[in-house]
């Protein structure tokens, strides 16, 4: 069965740091686009990161700088380090593998999220 | 900085047809933005429904279609049931790697 599973959300302090796990199954990470997409309390879908299956990284402006989007190459699991955390980085945080299709009119890959995981739940408060 | 616009709340009588929309705040959305949108119930990780402007995912049922409508993109249901009220995200892909989701629309069947 392909499905991804989320791990390592917590509590943590403002400016403290926390890495999470996607732990996929059924399918194999690296050969993926994958991405990390949030939402905080009450609020709607927030894209976060994604990695291309050719290693390249993107990031919305809310967290570039502070989050790292990286898998592991011997296993196969995606992450998601997040360092400077803010209060508005509170939030549930889904795991999704991506379906890329080429854009033959203007040659370049798009994706968009086909398999989601369930979500870890991240709070950032003293 | 450019945000992507969907109603935020609409109503549906049980059988009706609704027509959900996805905009920009500056310019218009075409197929080349690759809209797609996707079904969120309270306390539940989103559902995909529609892909690449109107290609229905696997196991979504046809009473859902996606097109694009003017300078937005559009999903419609038709056949409207209680088990569609939801909260509907469309995405928007802005190139560069970059995507964006929309405020979502909560959908009411009444």
């Known amino acids: 069965e392909v499905q991804v599973v989320e791990s390592g959300g917590g509590l943590i302090q403002p400016g403290g740091s926390l890495r999470l796990s996607c732990a996929a199954s059924?399918?194999?990470?690296?050969?993926?686009?994958m991405s990390w997409v949030r939402q905080a309390p009450g609020k709607g879908l927030e894209w976060v990161s994604v990695i291309y299956s050719d290693g390249k990284t993107y990031y919305a402006d809310s967290v570039k700088g502070r989050f790292t989007i990286s898998r592991d190459t011997s296993g196969n699991t995606l992450y998601l380090e997040m360092n400077s955390l803010r209060a508005e980085d509170t939030a549930v945080y889904y795991c999704?593998?991506?379906?890329?299709?080429?854009?033959?009119?203007?040659?370049?890959?798009?994706?968009?999220?086909?398999?989601w995981g369930k979500g870890t739940t991240v709070t950032v408060s003293s | 900085q450019t945000v992507v616009t969907q109603e935020p709340s609409l109503s549906v009588s049980p059988g009706g047809t609704v027509t959900l929309t996805c905009g920009l705040s500056s310019g218009s959305v075409s197929s080349s933005h690759h809209p797609s949108w996707y079904q969120q119930t309270p306390g539940q990780a989103p559902r995909t429904l529609i892909h690449t402007t109107n290609v229905r995912f696997s196991g979504v049922p046809d009473r859902f279609s996606g097109y694009i409508l003017g300078n937005k993109a559009a999903l419609t249901i038709t056949g409207a049931r209680t088990d569609d009220e939801s909260d509907y995200y469309c995405?928007?892909?802005?190139?560069?790697?970059?995507?964006?989701f929309g405020g979502g629309t909560k959908l009411t069947v009444l």
């Open positions: 059924g399918f194999i990470v690296r050969d993926n686009y």
């Open positions: 999704a593998r991506d379906g890329r299709e080429y854009d033959y009119s203007q040659y370049f890959y798009y994706y968009y999220m086909d398999v």
């Open positions: 995405m928007l892909f802005m190139g560069s790697g970059i995507s964006m």
